[in-house]
């Protein structure tokens, strides 16, 4: 796997003009000028834009041209074709979210951005996050660490230490509801509880960059965190289940809880998951098998 993460910074540039060119071609001019038949409901909830469908088709179309040798794996065709998330650990495999934050998009608001990530054998190798409204880069490569960049001024992306009041971000929608309050209740005891910004693009970066600290997911699609998991773990924070098994983008669990360091998540885990989901059902989230393909879309 190191031996992709070098490999994975020659290729850096080739990525970051791809996904800057179908930003330019495909998103930005689509924002804010969307027509009602540009905007459909593929599940409840769940929207996608015609700037979704089409990113994703310049960026399959990019990345394949890049690196042959790699089949690409979209939300978009996943959400047509659940099948095409089987051997997801296996060989080479580009994890694209063509449009991150897609209701803010379609109602006109930020943050929304491209997330790309580079597997190889169900490790991520290489993570891109790009938000097109500051033209902010966000890369890691496994073992080569992380860095931010707008334009040619980079910016090397290194935590070294915790506030005394961490900043903390839920991400429970979809939890029920007498479950959602108990795990606010103690993170607000410990923590500053913020909103999240219902986009992993922005999400992962903010960790990164110190304005939040911790951060709580109980969905984990793997074209949300693949990218953002490896860009934390390699500015020096913790990404893992709720369990604290290691979080893998293809195992299908539930749960994410992610830190701007290791010891900071050990904090994070005792206030949120032993103090605040205690219970029965908390548990069966914990344990019950899941399937990626089986997850809301």
């Not at 934050?101 to 990530?117: K, L, Q």
């Not at 219902?198 to 969905?219: D, S, T």
């Amino acid at each position: 796997m190191n031996d992709w993460g070098v490999r994975a910074l020659e290729l850096r540039d080739a990525v970051t003009t791809l996904l800057k060119r179908t930003a330019a071609n495909a998103i930005m001019p689509r924002f804010r000028q969307l027509r009602r038949d540009d905007v459909a409901e593929k599940a409840p909830g769940e929207w996608v834009t015609v700037a979704d469908r089409d990113s994703e088709r310049l960026l399959a179309e990019g990345l394949t041209a890049i690196l042959p040798s790699a089949r690409v794996i979209g939300e978009e065709s996943c959400a047509a074709d659940a099948s095409l998330l089987e051997g997801l650990e296996e060989g080479l495999v580009w994890i694209v979210d063509p449009l991150d934050g897609t209701a803010n998009f379609a109602s006109g608001h930020d943050p929304f951005g491209i997330i790309v990530a580079l597997a190889c054998e169900g490790e991520t190798v290489a993570g891109w996050l790009y938000d097109p409204l500051t033209d902010r880069m966000c890369f890691a490569a496994r073992g080569q660490g992380a860095e931010a960049f707008i334009g040619t001024q980079a910016q090397p992306l290194k935590i070294s230490a915790d506030p005394e009041k961490p900043v903390a971000t839920l991400a429970t929608q979809f939890m029920p509801a007498a479950l959602r309050d108990q795990v606010v209740a103690a993170a607000e005891e410990a923590f500053e509880v913020r909103p999240i910004p219902r986009c992993a693009a922005e999400h992962y970066p903010r960790l990164c960059l110190g304005e939040n600290h911790v951060a709580l997911f109980q969905r984990t699609l793997p074209w949300d965190h693949a990218a953002g998991a490896l860009l934390l773990t390699e500015a020096g924070g913790h990404v893992a289940r709720w369990d604290g098994a290691p979080y893998r983008f293809h195992d299908g669990g539930i749960g994410i809880l992610a830190a701007s360091t290791p010891k900071l998540w050990e904090r994070a885990a005792d206030v949120l998951l032993n103090g605040g989901l205690p219970h029965e059902q908390a548990k069966i989230m914990l344990t019950a098998p899941v399937k990626i393909a089986d997850l809301p879309h």
